[in-house]
């Protein structure tokens, strides 16, 4: 079976290049944070006309406070700066409290919907997030291990731009990615009530707290264990080959399946850009291999994919036992040559 993410694997055979983040056009169109580019340098003390909505961004994607009791100005104020560093800070960015353009072309591309800040990394400090990361209270499914989930296609939520036998193939090898590198497997059923995942497209709100805001925005979020749900947003280009990637405004649908298959299984969002667990995904790119930050991160749940590392270990051992069977044979041969000619 191919498999790319066991971490034995990575550092066996690509441990320079198991990252691969392929550009496909360098002609970016973003869609619905477009507008936040006119707050590019806009200094502290500040009052701009529209900035609370960028407050909203940055407040719904959990760096700044969801207190009620507080209005959201227009007022770039100390604690809009304290907001915008800590987003530079888990986004991988300088901090410097600044809008600036490096900070602002991450703000307005396209990203997964689920918020960064609900996140706990693994010594359980939100303030200091350093690589992956779990969900908050680190959920898990919690089976013997090794673990088999259940996938399922929502068939009244599917998009008439792909058939489901396009849409198949991508969750297939992105799930065996994840497999591959730890102790569970998946399988997909036709039994949507029964199955542990499920997956479908879906507009604007949609009845949960997560409503999609339309192309080149939000374009997926999940939910962790053990609910199970996959929402992709159905008003994106999705892209299932090369081809309709290089459209504009296209997103590559296996990039964002294995990104929120991360989140259903537990995992939270990286500050590593190269990982797929990294909120962001610029339109027209590819991100599919995992990254060593993905697989130390699904390793830390689950623990590495044991089946395929004894298997190695017992393949190693037997060609190592065949080795030394075939060097005691011929040393037996030459044993009883020697003794032939001796008796000669």
Same mark, same amino acid.
């Given at each position: 079976?191919?498999?790319?993410?066991?971490?034995?694997?990575?550092?066996?055979?690509?441990?320079?290049?198991?990252?691969?983040?392929?550009?496909?056009?360098?002609d970016q169109n973003y869609g619905t944070w477009?507008?936040?580019?006119?707050?590019?340098?806009?200094?502290?003390?500040?009052?701009?006309?529209?900035?609370?909505?960028?407050?909203?961004?940055?407040?719904?994607?959990? +760096?700044?406070?969801?207190?009620?009791?507080?209005?959201?100005?227009?007022?770039?104020?100390?604690?809009?700066?304290?907001?915008?560093?800590?987003?530079?800070?888990?986004?991988?960015?300088?901090?410097?409290?600044?809008?600036?353009?490096?900070?602002?072309?991450?703000?307005?591309?396209?990203?997964?919907?689920?918020?960064?800040?609900?996140?706990?990394?693994?010594?359980?400090?939100?303030?200091?997030?350093?690589?992956?990361?779990?969900?908050?209270?680190?959920?898990?499914?919690?089976?013997?291990?090794?673990?088999?989930?259940?996938?399922?296609?929502?068939?009244?939520?599917?998009?008439?731009?792909?058939?489901?036998?396009?849409?198949?193939?991508?969750?297939?090898?992105?799930?065996?990615?994840?497999?591959?590198?730890?102790?569970?497997?998946?399988?997909?059923?036709?039994?949507?009530?029964?199955?542990?995942?499920?997956?479908?497209?879906?507009?604007?709100?949609?009845?949960?707290?997560?409503?999609?805001?339309?192309?080149?925005?939000?374009?997926?979020?999940?939910?962790?264990?053990?609910?199970?749900?996959?929402?992709?947003?159905?008003?994106?280009?999705?892209?299932?080959?090369?081809?309709?990637?290089?459209?504009?405004?296209?997103v590559d649908l296996e990039s964002v399946a294995?990104?929120?298959?991360?989140?259903?299984?537990g995992l939270g969002h990286s500050t590593i850009?190269?990982?797929?667990? +990294?909120?962001?995904?610029?339109?027209?790119?590819?991100?599919?291999?995992?990254?060593?930050?993905?697989?130390?991160?699904?390793?830390?749940?689950?623990?590495?994919?044991?089946?395929?590392?004894?298997?190695?270990?017992?393949?190693?051992?037997?060609?190592?036992?065949?080795?030394?069977?075939?060097?005691?044979?011929?040393?037996?041969?030459?044993?009883?040559?020697?003794?032939?000619?001796?008796?000669?």
């Amino acid at each position: 079976m191919y498999n790319v993410f066991s971490l034995i694997f990575l550092l066996a055979l690509v441990p320079a290049n198991s990252i691969r983040l392929t550009e496909i056009t360098s002609d970016q169109n973003y869609g619905t944070w477009q507008k936040f580019t006119r707050f590019v340098d806009t200094e502290k003390g500040s009052q701009v006309k529209g900035l609370s909505d960028l407050k909203v961004y940055l407040q719904f994607f959990g +760096y700044l406070s969801n207190d009620p009791t507080k209005n959201l100005t227009d007022l770039y104020d100390e604690e809009m700066e304290s907001a915008v560093s800590a987003y530079q800070k888990n986004m991988g960015l300088p901090v410097s409290g600044e809008l600036d353009n490096d900070t602002m072309n991450l703000i307005i591309a396209p990203r997964c919907g689920n918020p960064d800040k609900i996140i706990v990394s693994t010594n359980n400090s939100i303030a200091s997030i350093l690589h992956y990361s779990f969900l908050k209270n680190t959920p898990m499914w919690k089976r013997q291990i090794p673990i088999t989930l259940k996938y399922a296609f929502s068939p009244d939520h599917m998009i008439p731009e792909l058939s489901v036998s396009e849409i198949r193939p991508v969750f297939e090898r992105a799930f065996e990615r994840w497999s591959s590198a730890t102790s569970i497997n998946f399988a997909e059923t036709d039994d949507l009530r029964h199955a542990d995942i499920s997956i479908g497209f879906y507009t604007g709100n949609h009845g949960d707290t997560l409503p999609f805001d339309g192309p080149l925005g939000m374009t997926a979020h999940a939910y962790p264990p053990e609910t199970g749900i996959i929402h992709l947003d159905g008003a994106e280009i999705w892209a299932v080959d090369s081809e309709k990637l290089k459209l504009k405004r296209a997103v590559d649908l296996e990039s964002v399946a294995l990104h929120e298959i991360g989140h259903v299984l537990g995992l939270g969002h990286s500050t590593i850009n190269e990982a797929v667990m +990294y909120p962001t995904l610029i339109s027209g790119t590819r991100k599919v291999e995992l990254s060593v930050d993905d697989v130390e991160g699904i390793q830390g749940l689950y623990g590495s994919n044991r089946s395929k590392h004894d298997f190695q270990n017992s393949s190693w051992s037997t060609l190592q036992g065949l080795r030394r069977s075939s060097g005691s044979s011929m040393i037996l041969g030459i044993m009883v040559f020697l003794v032939y000619l001796r008796l000669l």
